[in-house]
């Protein structure tokens, strides 16, 4: 039952420091043996799998994902989401709690855990509101909230801004050790923009977003995590100034972290006023690998698919992140998967709702941005989607080591392929990837010893 031997493979577990060819046994569900006895301890009749030429490592963890449900099935559901995270690579997925309702108390994360147990077919974990219904006045029960199995607290979608209950919450989260995940943005300076303020805003005519309305709540965070000693995970980091100030309170030995979104790290405010503007602004290294450009999608100006919270930032701000990523300022790497309905996408840019999908084509994008343009080896951008999210969410996951759950995931991180809509498995299609040439694919994803999801060309030859 759940037995399984991957031969042939190049083993990268981060956890462990491992990186050599070798055999991973899996029985029962669990890692059984990983290197050059792997083999001699299968059974005869285990079910092998060639993974020749591929990378085998933990399963992938996105740690900031919207499932959609309860209440928003239109644009997703533990179903179609789990699926998504599985066709991307994942096997184990952090739901954010801006559902309908809000996921404040322990009754809707009771929910949760019965939907995903019974429709997914990945790990979901869900986080708890900070504030009740997320609107910023009142804090959620989050003993509670951590006595139902939450990982987290965060008001995603929203930002608390009231600096005294943030406070409160951080103090009562470090009781409970609960990491909390904060959405920066100071509505204050954000007021009603929906793209990047600078020379785009102002030539496209849209109501600009400074940057500073995600640094404002960025350096909040910095100094309550010293005052307070709580763990404050700063989301979707898109920012240059946001960057450099979480590398220079890093650097005091401060409890604070981030991460960074392929979106950011991939497009620029100036994709907005469409694609040919956009790769005069960035030049050829846009899809990371020889700097091709052939068969490039063309976006129109106002791509309702381009409008995301945090807004793309400037050709700095992707730079900046990039650095972060490279030198460990920004320790994680997530997709923010963001799914809405084409109808309410199908507006002028000012009326669509912030968000993309992104569970499919993150480890690609990752891949192109950071390891075929060698800012990270491949170890390192492992272990930005297993163990880092892992230690910060105290999850028993993103290891190989014998005895643990046997969620493996099995990539190419050569593949070469086109992001097809009528190939995705998510219930929503608002993505700007469409058509995009991307450069490494997730062959088989495995959750405790079962195969979740297995490239065709896997099944063929199988």
Not at 291 to 308: F, I, Q, S
Not at 343 to 366: C, M, N, W
Not at 415 to 440: H, I, M, Q, T
Request: proline share 5%; aromatic share 6%; net charge negative.
């Amino acid at each position: 039952m759940n037995s399984l031997l991957l031969t042939g493979g190049r083993v990268i577990d981060p956890a462990n420091r491992f990186d050599d060819r070798a055999d991973v046994l899996i029985c029962e569900g669990k890692i059984a043996a990983v290197g050059g006895d792997a083999a001699a301890k299968a059974p005869a009749d285990v079910e092998r799998m060639d993974v020749s030429g591929q990378v085998v490592c933990p399963g992938l963890i996105d740690m900031h994902v919207h499932l959609r449900e309860p209440g928003q099935v239109a644009k997703e559901t533990i179903a179609t989401g789990t699926a998504a995270a599985a066709r991307g690579g994942f096997t184990s997925v952090v739901c954010m709690p801006n559902t309908s309702p809000a996921i404040d108390n322990a009754g809707t994360v009771a929910l949760i855990h019965e939907r995903a147990a019974g429709q997914g077919i990945v790990n979901v974990y869900a986080t708890g509101a900070i504030t009740k219904g997320l609107e910023g006045e009142e804090l959620a029960p989050i003993g509670s909230l951590k006595k139902a199995g939450v990982v987290a607290i965060t008001d995603d979608g929203h930002c608390v801004q009231n600096n005294d209950m943030m406070r409160r919450a951080l103090e009562y989260a470090k009781m409970f050790e609960l990491p909390v995940l904060d959405h920066c943005q100071d509505n204050s300076l954000v007021i009603d923009g929906v793209m990047r303020e600078g020379y785009w805003s102002t030539v496209l005519g849209l109501r600009g977003w400074p940057a500073a309305g995600e640094e404002t709540i960025v350096a909040r965070n910095i100094v309550l995590a010293e005052l307070t000693g709580a763990h404050v995970h700063c989301q979707h980091i898109s920012a240059a100034g946001s960057v450099k100030l979480l590398r220079e309170a890093k650097k005091r030995g401060l409890p604070i972290s981030g991460e960074a979104c392929p979106h950011h790290f991939t497009l620029t405010d100036a994709a907005v006023a469409g694609s040919e503007k956009f790769l005069e602004a960035d030049g050829k290294g846009i899809f990371g690998f020889d700097g091709r450009r052939e068969g490039r999608p063309a976006w129109p100006a106002y791509d309702t698919n381009l409008k995301m919270n945090p807004p793309l930032g400037t050709a700095r701000d992707r730079e900046a992140v990039l650095e972060g990523l490279a030198d460990g300022t920004l320790e994680i790497l997530c997709s923010d998967h963001a799914p809405h309905c084409d109808y309410e996408k199908d507006v002028e840019f000012d009326y669509a709702p912030f968000g993309i999908t992104g569970l499919e084509t993150e480890l690609a994008l990752s891949l192109m941005q950071l390891y075929h343009t060698r800012r990270l080896g491949l170890a390192d951008l492992i272990a930005k989607f297993t163990v880092a999210p892992a230690r910060l969410l105290h999850l028993p996951k993103g290891t190989l080591s014998v005895g643990a759950e046997a969620d493996v995931t099995v990539f190419d991180p050569d593949c070469e392929w086109v992001f097809d809509r009528s190939r995705s498995a998510s219930k929503s299609s608002n993505s700007p990837f469409y058509g995009w040439p991307l450069r490494g694919k997730a062959v088989a994803t495995i959750v405790g010893g079962r195969k979740a999801w297995v490239e065709q060309r896997e099944q063929a030859a199988a």
